[in-house]
């Protein structure tokens, strides 16, 4: 007996109709799932009345192992996309940039070993501890359940997945390399978060130093020095002091007597700062002081470069467009100059140039980077091209965070010796000038 089926295809998550001959409907099923084919509907050839049918819901649990049986049509219910359960009292984000990259290297691991991608999602989302991410992969589950593609569950959680996360996921699933592109995904993640934590470990260091000297000086102002004053003034029998050690004693007094206008002021500023970086004046300001002052500026314009080169090489090799690419890559930047550069090279790409000369026209790139994309596009292999600046560059923050990490270290400690020398020396000077009166 002939049939004519609907179906979900376990191994891209979409839906297939086509025909299967079978002795029953129920042994059709069967034959089906074999395939790799989990029907929804099943009807017989000749135009019979008598439709079965299978709730997609119940394909989706004979995906997962359960078995499914065959309804009447009638009682068959068109299924429905599972919304979000992530509440709006949700604190905090989602996921950790270091959590989803976890997420998709499994992912990628279950999807190549052989494991349907629904089967993937739901392990995935089985071992799952953080409720709200839990939430996330359940809906993108029942989104292949439902019959649509593992890109619409990913659209569907914007604050989640980002622009890069859901093209890239498109290419594959257009391509049929889903677990290729989120393998590299994966490798593009886990590099991104390893520059990134090599520019923080950089920058903790000094932050570190100058809170415990601000702790010290702040200490020794507000409960040592105030108590050399009277001390000083009962020794010098009305002398005055030494101009130095008047100095650090009002900014002493300042300090002790407006400790919550001084913390107040400190905070105010850093507020008007925030404020400042928001604005487009501000934003543009301070990325171009963090890619041009020295000593800092090397290294945050070699990490937006390896970045950029990262980004485009590993969206390009997915087989994402190359002006979509342009512009996810621009958005993904960082930096407000950087994201200007790009937007002109995909203007001039748009209207037929290659990447290279209009890169090279925005001063931000070295020589080196536009020539090296050049030859990429010359030779056809911009992404691989593309990928070997970002491992060079890489390898030039590496560089860049020990030898910063060398020099910052004897600043850092000469400026701490500085501050509590100042100090010393002030209390020091009224001592000697005392000894000076009693020979």
Not at 159 to 176: C, H, P, Q, S, T
Not at 231 to 259: D, R, W
Request: proline residues 5%.
């Amino acid at each position: 007996m002939n049939f004519t089926y609907t179906a979900i295809d376990s191994a891209s998550g979409k839906e297939r109709k086509g025909f299967i001959e079978s002795a029953s409907a129920e042994q059709a099923s069967l034959d089906l799932k074999a395939q790799g084919f989990f029907p929804t509907s099943l009807l017989p050839a000749g135009g019979s009345p008598a439709k079965l049918s299978l709730a997609k819901k119940g394909a989706a649990k004979s995906a997962s192992g359960a078995g499914g049986g065959l309804e009447p049509a009638g009682d068959a219910q068109k299924p429905k996309r599972k919304k979000s359960s992530l509440g709006s009292l949700n604190i905090g984000p989602v996921v950790t940039v270091a959590g989803l990259t976890v997420f998709t290297r499994q992912l990628a691991t279950l999807i190549n070993s052989g494991l349907p991608i629904l089967r993937s999602l739901e392990t995935l989302g089985r071992q799952e501890k953080r409720p709200a991410f839990k939430a996330v992969i359940e809906n993108l589950a029942e989104t292949i359940r439902s019959g649509g593609n593992f890109s619409d569950g990913l659209s569907a959680h914007p604050k989640v997945f980002d622009r890069l996360y859901i093209n890239m996921v498109k290419a594959g699933e257009a391509g049929g390399v889903l677990g290729t592109v989120l393998d590299r995904l994966a490798k593009f993640m886990e590099k991104s978060q390893r520059i990134k934590g090599k520019v923080k470990a950089a920058m903790t260091y000094p932050v570190i130093i100058l809170i415990v000297a601000i702790c010290i000086v702040g200490a020794l102002m507000v409960f040592v020095i105030p108590k050399f004053e009277g001390i000083f003034a009962g020794l010098l029998k009305g002398q005055p002091m030494p101009e130095l050690t008047q100095l650090v004693l009002a900014v002493s007094n300042f300090i002790k007597n407006n400790i919550l206008v001084s913390v107040a002021a400190i905070a105010a500023v850093w507020f008007l700062f925030k404020l400042f970086r928001k604005t487009k004046f501000g934003t543009r300001a301070v990325d171009w002081l963090l890619i041009r002052v020295p000593p800092f500026g090397s290294l945050f314009l070699k990490s937006a470069i390896a970045r950029f080169s990262r980004t485009l090489g590993t969206l390009l090799a997915s087989g994402v467009p190359i002006l979509q690419s342009l512009l996810i890559t621009r958005d993904t930047s960082g930096n407000v100059h950087v994201a200007g550069a790009l937007d002109l090279v995909h203007d001039r790409v748009k209207e037929g140039d290659n990447v290279a000369r209009p890169l090279d026209s925005t001063k931000i790139f070295p020589p080196m980077v536009t020539s090296m994309i050049e030859v990429g596009e010359e030779t056809g292999a911009l992404p691989e091209m593309l990928n070997r600046i970002a491992d060079t560059y890489d390898e030039e923050v590496d560089n860049a965070v020990t030898s910063l990490t060398s020099v910052i270290e004897p600043i850092m400690i000469v400026m701490m010796a500085v501050m509590v020398g100042t100090i010393v020396i002030a209390l020091f000077l009224p001592i000697i000038k005392i000894i000076q009166s009693l020979t």
